[in-house]
């Protein structure tokens, strides 16, 4: 059955069925990104002294399941959660959602905090990724590493969002304005950056080259350590069918389990957290993730005393131009940090426009000084 509706069985398949060359697709993932941007902006401002974690991921995945309630009502149209809310602090990089049967973490001053979550409608699917500091007051300029590391995150994410324009750069040149924006803050990037939601589901990046009517969450990781990530002993409590999977579960526990996965989820990600019974969920997950039904999102730290900042958006490649339909700008005059960037090529391409110019090179940029405060990511 077509998202859009029920198709006549005479008619052959709309090639442009699912994609941003339909208005209509367009508008749901608008739905999902604005939704998100809510969300996060909710997440932020309960980013404070002595709040819980794991409070904050249950909150933010209820307000994304009553906020997706409320768009496309009329329609027999499937939204919410696409993606768990996760907290990870300091040098915790990413996934962490902790369950209610574990220790919690709580949040202190000067704590470097990555939001991230995904939303979707109808299956198009809006990812997004914000990082701050917890308790600074608004005339306290934020300073040392930890303005490095947000810095850099944020310029590289300013960049690569502007290197999607079709047939002007490949997938590699991203992966080396990256490392070429990390060194500018004496920060490290990483190896891959990239994720493709289209076909209404997020799958591994491939291609080398962009194309109009693509749809991509980009997001940037950036370490004032090494840019190595690390295992810990902290539970995966984050995963997603892995759809190319088939395997007969054997343990009772494990079928139910995954029954429910299917059902209530589908192909979007999804917290143990989620489940009324924790005990059986831990269990069933077992099997599962054992023989790769399930795919496992672990959490991943960097060495303790490090910060990592982590940015994420989702950008439709439109013939008009790019379009951000999630994520959140910084306020650039309130880090302070004792690098910048100077490279003319650089400064160019993260002040450059997202709308497409008629005439467009890798030097064809317009020129410009540094990066101004209201040059943030906008939905």
């Known amino acids: 059955m077509s998202s859009h509706g029920e198709k006549d ?26 939704i998100a941007d809510e969300v996060l902006k909710e997440l932020i401002a309960k980013c404070e002294e002595n709040q819980s974690v794991r409070e904050l991921c249950e909150f933010g995945d209820k307000s994304i399941t009553e906020r997706a309630a409320k768009v496309f009502k009329k329609k027999n149209v499937k939204k919410g959660i696409a993606f768990p809310t996760c907290i990870s602090v300091n040098h915790c990089i990413f996934n962490f959602s902790p369950l209610k049967s574990e220790p919690d973490v709580v949040l202190a001053a000067g704590d470097v905090v990555k939001i991230e979550l995904g939303v979707h409608v109808d299956g198009f699917i809006a990812m997004v990724a914000h990082t701050v500091v917890v308790n ?44 070429k924006v990390a060194a500018v803050y004496n920060c490290h990037g990483p190896n891959e950056i990239i994720q493709h939601p289209t076909e209404k589901k997020p799958v591994e990046f491939q291609k080398h080259e962009f194309e109009d009517h693509e749809v991509y969450a980009l997001g940037v990781v950036i370490s004032t350590g ?29 079928r139910a389990f995954f029954f429910d996965c299917e059902r209530q989820f589908g192909s979007m990600g999804f917290t143990l957290r989620n489940f009324e019974d924790e005990k059986k969920a831990r269990l069933g997950v077992i099997e599962c993730e054992k023989h790769n039904l399930l795919k496992p999102y672990q959490v991943l730290y960097e060495r303790e005393g490090e910060f990592v900042a982590y940015f994420k958006t ?31 090529e650089l400064l160019q391409l993260i002040n450059s426009s997202l709308k497409h110019s008629k005439k467009k090179s890798k030097k064809s940029e317009s020129e410009s000084g540094p990066p101004p405060a209201g040059n943030a990511i906008q939905a």
Request: proline share 4%; charged share 35%.
């Open 136 to 179: 600074v007051d608004k005339e306290e300029k934020i300073m040392g590493r930890r303005a490095d590391v947000i810095l850099a995150a944020y310029y590289c994410l300013e960049a690569a969002v502007r290197m999607l324009r079709p047939g002007v750069y490949k997938n590699t040149d991203l992966i080396d304005i990256i490392d």
């Open 9 to 34: 069985k005479n008619t052959e398949e709309d090639p442009l069925e699912d994609t941003i060359a339909r208005d209509s697709v367009v508008t749901k993932y608008s739905a999902a990104g604005n």
């Open 226 to 254: 090494d840019g190595k990530p690390k295992s810990n002993e902290v539970r995966t409590t984050v995963y997603k069918r892995n759809e190319d999977v088939i395997y007969q579960l054997k343990m009772k526990a494990s």
């Open 314 to 344: 989702t950008v439709l490649v439109l013939p008009s131009g790019l379009v951000k339909v999630c994520g959140l700008g910084i306020p650039l005059d309130r880090y302070e940090s004792e690098f910048e960037i100077q490279d003319k």
